[in-house]
T-cell receptor, first 115, second 117 residues
Framework: DAGVIQSPRHEVTEMGQEVTLRCKPI?????LFWYRQTMMRGLELLIY????????DSGMPEDRFSAKMPNASFSTLKIQPSEPRDSAVYFC?????????????FGPGTRLTVL | AQKVTQAQTEISVVEKEDVTLDCVYE???????LFWYKQPPSGELVFLIR??????QNEISGRYSWNFQKSTSSFNFTITASQVVDSAVYFC??????????????FGKGTRLSVIA
């Protein structure tokens, strides 16, 4: 089975530009999570969805960040306008949400560099 | 608030040595799950183990073993006879419901393990 798929794997952009990160969760998983990894703050949650509905977006740093999940197989994280401090690795993870198999499985991440 | 502390920022060992990575957690909940993930130099996060708060039995998987002690709120990870391929950053994480897919993970800052040949 394919794991969580993220694209692009690397993104370099200039300050002020719009950035869109994409995630395809594992088929059949009901939960989707977006995390960000930085040297200073480590791994932290941005937002998560259950059955395409956002449950908790308290980790989204600013209004510049937005996330959507239009269907069960696709989610986007958008940053507009981007700033150098947004440079980080962004991970998407999915989980079945069932007791017996409730581990979160992570995608390979998108390394974002904002110049 | 929930918190995971990995006090060891970096550890360096010589191949074949045993190494223990420490993890201490804080939560007021009585039901929770603990996890370890591995992040090799390639950058992905690889799931290693999940343990629920009601199961304090130690677990062994090959060269890996985990020691869960509720009395000290610790969930330590030992690698026996370390190998160069074990070089990675290891994260301990906590989630707060029996159905851990329902809630986000709270991660520690990670321990970078370097195994030298």
């Amino acid at each position: 089975d394919a794991g969580v798929i993220q694209s692009p794997r690397h993104e370099v952009t200039e300050m002020g530009q719009e950035v869109t990160l994409r995630c395809k969760p594992i088929s059949g998983h009901d939960y989707l999570f977006w995390y960000r990894q930085t040297m200073m703050r480590g791994l932290e949650l941005l937002i998560y969805f259950n059955n395409n509905v956002p449950i908790d977006d308290s980790g989204m740093p600013e209004d510049r960040f937005s996330a959507k999940m239009p269907n069960a197989s696709f989610s986007t994280l958008k940053i507009q306008p981007s700033e150098p401090r947004d440079s980080a690795v962004y991970f998407c993870a999915s989980s079945p949400g069932q007791l017996s198999t409730d581990t979160q499985y992570f995608g390979p991440g998108t390394r974002l560099t904002v110049l | 608030a929930q918190k995971v502390t990995q006090a060891q920022t970096e550890i360096s060992v010589v191949e074949k040595e045993d190494v223990t990575l420490d993890c201490v957690y804080e939560t007021r909940d009585t039901t929770y799950y603990l996890f370890w993930y591995k992040q090799p130099p390639s950058g992905e996060l690889v799931f290693l183990i999940r343990r629920n708060s009601f199961d304090e039995q130690n677990e062994i998987s090959g060269r890996y073993s985990w020691n869960f002690q509720k009395s000290t709120s610790s969930f330590n990870f030992t690698i026996t006879a370390s190998q160069v391929v074990d070089s990675a950053v290891y994260f301990c994480a906590l989630s707060l419901t029996p159905y851990s897919g329902n809630t986000p993970l709270v991660f520690g800052k990670g321990t970078r393990l370097s195994v030298i040949a």
